[in-house]
């Protein structure tokens, strides 16, 4: 494969040049980036800018998109360091690397899973990159389906169900629909809680933030039925 031209990669550096400063808006201005000011901190015309991002939204979804991936990467990198058969230390090693980058990127994290941003609305190819920490909780259940602890009857209506089932048929799963949904319960509370502590929701009432994190997402292996 020959190298990038010399074009192609004033082009690449520019675009990431554009996110980081971006990135430093997001950090002090919240998500409702301005072109023109991103432009100026780069010290051009934000015509120029245009010719990387057509719009606002355009960024966004790069920035979005970058995140996601950044997330993804650090949870898929901190389960796959954990031997196979330690079903509870790879959930844990999930969810604990999810924490970890959330609160080493909190603008970013906003940006994800933060207030929505007027009149934006993220396009369908973020959709992947944003089930990747919740599929590999789910992959670790799955790996683990011979050894886990039976779960206790609960009814789940119809049209979840059908949710849970479509979700599986799609993703070539053959998992209990009752399994899929303590997944999906462990997912939102995962993220639930990193969100209290991202946005100081827990302030004066946790201390023992790392502890009370590990605690909970402990009771959502259990929950999900993952041996201790």
């Known amino acids: ?3 990038p031209s010399l074009r192609a990669r004033v082009r690449s550096e520019m675009n990431q040049e554009i996110k980081q400063v971006a990135r430093r808006h997001l950090a002090a201005e919240g998500a ?33 998109i ?25 959930w844990l090693a999930t969810c604990h690397a999810a924490r970890t980058w959330a609160l080493a990127h909190p603008a970013e994290y906003g ?11 993220a ?3 973020t959709v992947p990159l944003a089930a990747k920490v919740v599929f590999l909780l789910a992959g670790v259940v799955a790996d683990g389906a011979e050894n886990l602890e039976p779960l206790p009857p609960v ?16 993703h070539s799963g053959d998992m209990p629909e009752e ?5 999906f319960a462990a997912w939102t509370h995962l993220f639930g809680l990193i969100s209290f502590e991202v946005f100081g929701r827990l ?23 993952i041996p201790r």
Do not use: C
Request: glycine letters at 6%; proline letters at 7%.
């Open 66 to 90: 970058d995140a996601y991936d950044a997330l993804g990467t650090a949870a898929t990198e901190a389960e796959a360091a954990v031997p196979r058969d330690n079903l509870r230390g790879r």
């Open 111 to 121: 940006l994800l899973y933060g207030n929505p941003v007027p009149g934006y609305s």
């Open 179 to 183: 399994r899929l949904d303590r997944v």
């Open 32 to 64: 409702n980036l301005s072109l023109r000011g991103v432009a100026r901190d780069m010290g051009i015309v934000a015509s120029a800018l245009y010719r990387y991002f057509p719009s606002r939204d355009a960024l966004l979804t790069a920035l979005i």
């Open 203 to 225: 302030d004066d009432v946790i201390e023992s933030r790392a502890d009370y994190f590990d605690h909970h997402m402990s009771l959502m292996a259990d929950q999900a039925g």
């Open 123 to 125: 396009p369908q190819e």
């Open 155 to 170: 009814p789940i209506p119809a049209p979840v169900r059908a949710d849970l089932r479509r979700t599986i048929d799609q």
């Open 1 to 3: 494969m020959s190298a």
